[in-house]
T-cell receptor, first 111, second 111 residues
Framework: DQQVKQNSPSLSVQEGRISILNCDYT??????FLWYKKYPAEGPTFLIS?????DKNEDGRFTVFLNKSAKHLSLHIVPSQPGDSAVYFC??????????FGAGTRLTVKP | SQTIHQWPATLVQPVGSPLSLECTVE??????LYWYRQAAGRGLQLLFY??????ISSEVPQNLSASRPQDRQFILSSKKLLLSDSGFYLC??????????FGQGTRLTVV
């Protein structure tokens, strides 16, 4: 039962442009959403999060948008840099409980 | 500061052999602990989580088990490995919030 879905397995973007990574969820009990970045053979590292009481959270080049009515969130990276190339996982949690992850989107930023 | 140690980094085991992966957390008390698995080309699947010593919740029926003999120690085990147990295993911890922090992972190949 995939409660968190990332429908795009990969995304390729030119350096300096915007990267938009999308995520959908089905469980209306989720109240906290997170994005993780993962390099090969390493554990994921936390990137940015958003509570369900907000619709936007920004941290430097990274902004997460939450649309609760659509059960959709997105991660915007601008400007994109080659070092941003990694797999990005969307995750969601309900009532401070364990996270459920999407399948990930592989972002490639071309110089 | 908090750190998480997970070992070994890589492991090649024959089918039918036992497994023991260990994870320890430093710098925090009473963390929630998690074992995730990333199968090839797939997302992160939650296997087990623990909110305290001896308290283990299993997410999926499988060939694996987990134990938490000490507050900051989490062990993933199997009595007899299957080929399908191959994957990238990740230990993670969290305290008070859904954000979890991951170890470096163990690449398990069952041959």
């Amino acid at each position: 039962d995939q409660q968190v879905k990332q429908n795009s397995p990969s995304l390729s973007v030119q350096e300096g442009r915007i990267s938009i990574l999308n995520c959908d969820y089905t469980n209306s009990m989720f109240d906290y959403f997170l994005w993780y970045k993962k390099y090969p053979a390493e554990g994921p590292t936390f990137l940015i999060s958003i509570s369900s009481i907000k619709d936007k959270n920004e941290d430097g080049r990274f902004t997460v948008f939450l649309n609760k009515s659509a059960k959709h969130l997105s991660l915007h990276i601008v400007p994109s840099q080659p070092g941003d190339s990694a797999v990005y996982f969307c995750a969601a949690a309900a009532n401070n409980n364990d996270m459920r992850f999407g399948a990930g989107t592989r972002l490639t930023v071309k110089p | 500061s908090q750190t998480i140690h997970q070992w070994p980094a890589t492991l090649v085991q024959p089918v039918g052999s036992p497994l023991s992966l260990e994870c320890t957390v430093e710098g925090t008390s009473n963390p929630n602990l998690y074992w995730y698995r990333q199968a090839a080309g797939r997302g992160l699947q939650l296997l087990f989580y623990s909110v305290g010593i001896g308290q283990i919740s299993s997410e999926v029926p499988q060939n694996l088990s987990a134990s938490r003999p000490q507050d900051r120690q989490f062990i993933l085990s199997s009595k007899k490995l299957l080929l399908s147990d191959s994957g990238f295993y990740l230990c993670a911890w969290s305290v008070g919030t859904p954000e979890a922090f991951f170890g470096q992972g163990t690449r398990l190949t069952v041959v």
